[in-house]
Nanobody, 125 residues
Framework: VQLQASGGGLVQAGESLRLTCTAS????????VAWFRQAPGKEREFVAA????????YYADSMKDRSTISRDNAKKTVDLQITTAKPEDTAVYYC???????????????????WGQGTLVTVSS
């Protein structure tokens, strides 16, 4: 599967943003898809994920009150919406996918073997 992340740009603090991960290839329904982000000078961190099959959803504790992840298997897309953006949300956001990924690995970066190119989000104060 190939992934393309889009929707980044400059937003004001307090505004909402929506990122979209668009996949190409077969069997999208069998892939767990996650969003990770990497802020300047920091390591990449998990933001949110949606499982394959039943589509269970997981969020990082720091994002669960402001984030919504959703998938559309017919369109092969996974959206991430962040409300009330903060300057600390400034980062390059990556979507990643892994086929038939077990739920206990779904928040762990190293289990994802397909990655999009990243989209930069800048939140100004």
């Amino acid at each position: 599967v190939q992934l393309q992340a889009s929707g980044g740009g400059l937003v004001q603090a307090g505004e909402s943003l929506r990122l979209t991960c668009t996949a190409s290839g077969r069997g999208f329904i069998n892939y767990a898809v996650a969003w990770f982000r990497q802020a300047p000078g920091k390591e990449r961190e998990f933001v949110a994920a949606v499982a394959w099959g039943a589509g269970q959803i997981y969020y990082a504790d720091s994002m669960k009150d402001r984030s919504t992840i959703s998938r559309d298997n017919a369109k092969k897309t996974v959206d991430l919406q962040i409300t009330t953006a903060k300057p600390e949300d400034t980062a390059v956001y990556y979507c990643a996918a892994a086929s038939f990924l077990a739920l206990n690995y779904i928040t762990t970066e190293r289990y994802y073997n397909f990655w999009g190119q990243g989209t930069l989000v800048t939140v100004s104060s």
